[in-house]
């Protein structure tokens, strides 16, 4: 078992930045990649970034070049730094992680990022 806390969510202008932390505990040895999620209202929760072990990272095309997906073994934390933020990228975000032995995933309780005008 695996279990993901997410922080760092809340209110920004258009333009702003924020930085949001998710602290794994449990089986994180098995852990083969972790990723942030999205899910704006009515809409389906998509992928925003991910980052292997290996330290390899994916993009949604709608966050390149504005959002930097890390992560910190030593301290068992991803974070999603977030800058130029859109109206659009307004949602509740979520961390994932990944086991491929399973397959398993495991998902934290979520934090909303609402940026304004």
């Known amino acids: 078992q695996v279990q993901l806390v997410e922080s760092g969510g809340g209110l920004v202008q258009a333009g702003g930045s924020l930085r949001l932390s998710c602290a794994a505990s449990?089986?994180?040895?098995?852990?083969?990649?972790m990723g942030w999620y999205r899910q704006a209202p009515g809409k389906q929760r998509e992928l925003v970034a991910a980052?292997?072990?290996?330290?390899?990272?994916n993009y949604a095309d709608s966050v390149k070049g504005r959002f930097t997906i890390s992560r910190d073994n030593a301290k068992n934390m991803v974070y999603l730094q977030m800058n130029s933020l859109k109206l659009e990228d307004t949602a509740v975000y979520y961390c994932?992680?990944?086991?491929?032995?399973?397959?398993?995933?495991?998902w934290g309780q979520g934090t909303r990022v609402t940026v304004s005008s």
């Open positions: 449990g089986s994180i040895f098995n852990i083969n990649a």
């Open positions: 994932n992680a990944f086991v491929v032995s399973g397959p398993y995933n495991y």
């Open positions: 980052i292997t072990s290996g330290g390899s990272t």
